[in-house]
């Protein structure tokens, strides 16, 4: 139920009162955790008219070599919750939005991501892997940050409309694919610390080409961080909030100071287990064909890619395992051939070959250091899912046009 669809501004407040109200959201949030996530509420996401758009040619050359994240389409999906619940909801431009400096989320971090694929098919029609997963795990983010729910369906609702408006900007072949970043954050304008009492939704989409730039499968090798923790339990290791990111920048430079091309880390009290990359979850192959990651326990990401790898290996006839992973166990299985590959994943590269873990005096090597064989069947399974040209046994693909 969009009230302005007409503003090209993504300005969050001052504005109309909310058009939409969750049953469930408290009558004044400035007493606690807002909750607002009622199913009852439905958000259009109803698509602007009058949209500028890139003109076709310069658009053509974006979408020849669009890189990462730097380019992005005309629209914009928004929606804005105060406790009166979810309003303002419209697909509207892509454009700078106007924050108040006194907004929350300038000062204490109260926000929460996501990040998806778009596909374009052989037959030219466009779809979302697993937007519902996204969804969900966008709703328990959410929750750990103290920010209203977004109902799990006005959420694939908003990326609808979104990729419908901006069907042009979704590039063919190869593994190229739209990105989605979904994300909320606090804009309301007050300094105290507590949940904020205004929020703001949006949607924005950036086309992106082969992480691997069209040209053979890299290994990536990973510095194991020495000093640094991603996530502690009872933190916010679970959830896709800025704040992780922004805790495993300097773990990440270091990396790059070391010839490494990503950072892994270890668990925050041990120092011993492995838990994650700081934008991958990580896998193991055994020499026996099983396959191993390590468990979910509340400091792990628990990736869409993840959870589709396990499923594939299971379909491709390995035994799966999810356990904790000892880092010693890492090193002396490569040395023993115990651990024939090694491999991370996660939406932006898929599926991502480790060369080598890397630490101050010693490399740890798994095979013969390149692409294995099981690493790359997972692969191909999972992009011919996404790409169209293998059968969605598990219904993973929600067509979006
Ligand atoms: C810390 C972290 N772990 C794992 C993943 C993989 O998650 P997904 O497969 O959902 O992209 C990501 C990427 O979003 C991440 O940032």
């Keep these: 139920m969009a009230s302005d669809t007409s503003t090209p501004s993504a300005t969050a407040g001052g504005g109309a009162p909310s058009a939409v109200s969750a049953p469930d959201a408290p009558a004044s949030s400035t007493a606690g955790v807002p909750t607002a996530g009622s199913q009852d509420v439905r958000l259009d996401f109803a698509v602007a008219t009058g949209v500028p758009r890139l003109p076709e040619a310069e658009r053509a050359e974006v979408l020849a070599n669009p890189g990462f994240g730097k380019h992005f389409t005309d629209h914009m999906a928004r929606a804005v919750w105060t406790p009166e619940g979810w309003g303002q909801d419209a697909v509207l431009a892509h454009g700078p939005i106007t924050l108040s400096p006194a907004a929350a989320v300038l000062h204490y971090a109260q926000e929460v991501f996501e990040g998806l694929k778009a596909y374009r098919h052989a037959d030219g029609s466009v779809w979302a892997f697993r937007p519902e997963a996204n969804a969900r795990r966008f709703a328990a983010s959410a929750r750990r940050l103290a920010l209203p729910v977004l109902p799990e369906d006005a ?60 040209g053979e499968i890299t290994p990536v090798s990973i510095w194991l961080s020495q000093e640094y923790s991603r996530a502690a339990p009872g933190g916010t290791g679970a959830a896709k909030c800025g704040g992780n990111y922004a805790a495993s920048l300097q773990a990440q430079a270091e990396a ?87 491999f991370a994943c996660g939406t932006a590269a898929v599926v991502t070959p480790v060369g080598a873990l890397v630490e101050p005096d010693r490399r740890s090597v798994p095979g013969d250091g390149g692409t294995g064989e099981v690493t790359a069947a997972i692969r191909q399974r999972l992009t011919d899912v996404q790409q169209g040209r293998a059968e969605d046994a598990h219904g993973w693909m929600h067509r979006l046009v």
Excluded at 191 to 203: C, D, F, I, Q
């Design 155 to 214: 959420f694939v609702r908003s990326v609808e409309q979104l990729v419908a408006a901006d069907v042009d900007w979704v590039p063919a072949g190869g593994e190229n694919s739209l990105y989605l970043r979904p994300f909320m954050f606090a804009s309301e304008s007050f300094l105290g610390v507590r949940p904020a009492t205004e929020v703001t939704y949006l949607v924005i989409a950036s086309p992106a080409g082969s992480y691997f730039g069209g």
């Design 256 to 342: 790059a100071a070391h010839g490494c091309d990503q950072v892994a880390f270890l668990d925050a009290v041990e120092h011993r287990w492995v838990e994650e990359l700081g934008g991958m979850n990580l896998f193991f192959v055994l020499d026996d064909g099983t396959v191993v990651t390590p468990a979910l326990t509340g400091t792990i990401l628990e990736g869409v890619t993840r959870s589709s790898v396990l499923q594939i290996a299971r379909d491709l006839g390995h035994d799966v395992v999810e356990r904790r992973i000892d880092v010693a166990e890492w090193r002396e299985g490569c040395e023993s051939g115990r651990i024939t590959e090694v």
